[in-house]
């Protein structure tokens, strides 16, 4: 075990200041923790209100005129709307039970992190201008005037939440924090203040489809790739279909897993097992991309990019939609449909049809609304009726563990199916501990938008609860190997495992079960999708 200087250790100092304390707006906009403001050309190509270069280090954030007339107008529009909101507003107690269930109050030890106060930033505004207790007694009714000073405070900490939902799982009334960030976030919009990091990828994915920007020419080179590395991986000779209109099943994922390191594997996993089933799918070179990062800035932004999957399931004449191991593409489908619905939505409804899965003939019921199947929900299906030869064997090298990503997990109740999935393809599967995982699972610390550079150090803190249990199961068991059905997952946790010098690699379950596929044809085996010898215990450098 590596030693470290005492003044290498990362110091956590848990604060308790009284409530008149905590309501003072904190502005300090440290290195690390605060994100950069959108470029002002992202701005201008998805029309947000107020366009304008500006940066949080500002004093001055350049906010229109009559900014505060805006934000307490549009806090009127979504109260009115949002009939959550409204509750979530009026019904907290302070009780306490979600204080300390973030992880980033655990791992910054900063009172703005705790989800009770998280959402005391915005309803100590609510009860100002829309609560009587609140116009008259101020702050003894907790109310607090709306300042500059207020909302350079939401941009810091809003932008300090990933939506991950664990703190509602603890609060007896159900209050779900997630919303209140994503309508603190929507009042940030109204005035013209967005993240870059969430900017970036939602403007890109209005250009050109997906979020990296990837042309369609880029696609189509990266799923060559793919049939170059199966090839010499397995010898085996497979076909992909691109944009092939009248076939049966869209298939969608994240970008990222059409060039990123690990995802790769699990690309490259999804094209095998569609090969070895025969199945009658195709890819896309517009809807290529599954997450959506509207989804962190506002929901007219996350309402435009989430109509491109049905306008091209659509157009390709499609049966149904097959998502791959994407986090955010799910919360949306099985969250937000009806609030993101329209006419394109409803419209591809009409021609796409409840998925069947065609090899073994199971209805899958559960998606009749948004006749779109998860790629676990699909497996677990196909390794349940036996339909892939597997030899458990070859996953021999591996003790896994899996990471319930929040999106999917608490944001779609998916917590059995990667669990069959991964004891049918490997023979060492040990959980972490009870606290963390299933709908407790604390978030990898990057999600919702905070991947970006400028947040590392709290992402690396906010990611210690998670790490931690890593570590657990890494030291009882020999845990090598971390699963996440989540392309942020999957680039989050490289960096995170090696912050927390934990000799774990981490990669997507298909990856798993393409590892252990026995395919019609194929040449000797002796290394896995990664090149890493079958067999002998998998040392994992950090
Ligand atoms: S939603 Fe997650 S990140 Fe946000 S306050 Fe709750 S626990 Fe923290
Ligand atoms: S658990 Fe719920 S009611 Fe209690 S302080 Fe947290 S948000 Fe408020």
Redesign the pocket.
Known sequence: MQEFEEEEKLEIVQKFPGWKEILKPTTEMKKGFYSYAATLRDQEYLNLPFPREWSPLDEDWKLPPNWKEIIIEKMDELRKKYRSFQVFMDICVRCGA?AD?????IGTGDPK?M?VV?GELLRSIYRRYFTKTGKIFGEWAGARELTEDVIKEWYLYYYQ????????VFCPYGID??EI?MLARELLNSIGISQRFSLISAAACVRTGNHLGLSPGGVVNSIRYAVDDIKEITGVDVEVPVNKKGAEILFVTPSGDYFAQPHWFTFIGYIMVFHELGLDYTFSTYAAEGGNFGFFHSFEVAKKINQKIYKEAKRLGVKWILGGECGHMWRVKHQYMSTYADETYEDALKVLEEPVNPVTGTVFENASSTKMVHILEFLADVLKHKKLKIDKSRNDHLIVTHHDSCNIARGMGLYEEPRFVIKSVCNHYYDMPDHSIREKSY?CGSGAGLLADELMELRMRGGMPRAMAIKYVHEKYGVNHLTAACAIDRAAFPTLLKYWRLPVQMGGITELVANAMVMEGEIERDTDLRGNPLGEYLEVEI
């Open positions: 979600c269930k973030c992880h980033y109050y992190n989800p998280r939440c990933s939506e991950c939902r664990r703190c509602s924090t997630a960030t978030c």
